[in-house]
């Protein structure tokens, strides 16, 4: 028996929550939280540091994973498609 998966894979996820944050109609307060999020997760400046090995990317994954499920909520249903 074949499954369906009825969930879009995490990247085609990604992809529409970015092209949502640059959308005019998408509110302040999710552009800065993506911003916010990018910036941690970019940056070396972090709680833990990258150079202990295995805590130092479970945070900005942590962070990561939070920041697109809040971004997820604040973005407009109708500019996700």
Do not use: H, Q
């Amino acid at each position: 028996m074949k499954t369906r998966n009825a969930s879009p894979s995490f990247l085609k996820k990604c992809y529409a929550l970015f092209r949502g944050l640059l959308d005019k109609r998408t509110p302040w307060l999710a552009k800065i939280t993506g911003l916010i999020v990018l910036a941690y997760v970019i940056l070396p400046f972090d709680f833990i540091p990258d150079a202990i090995p295995v805590l130092g990317w479970l945070d900005d994954a942590t962070v990561a994973a939070i920041g697109i499920f809040i971004i997820s909520k604040l973005v407009p249903k109708e500019v996700l498609g």
